[in-house]
């Protein structure tokens, strides 16, 4: 296995905090970078929200939490 240099997701996770309950949990994410929106369900309430995180340098720049 080499490790030549490439684009590599340090992003593969991301921690929420839900707007239905306010209970904190991660949920896997691609790491690519630029703005990524999608809906996921809290693990806890399993009620749905739409999050919108801006990824940039491999790092979480924004992350932004809406009740779907
Ligand atoms: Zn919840």
Known sequence: MSTKPKIHPLVDALQ???PHCGQDFVTPLDGAEGRTEFVTDCEICCRPMEVSVEIRDGA???VNVTES
């Open 16 to 18: 929420l905090t839900c």
């Open 60 to 62: 979480v720049s924004a």
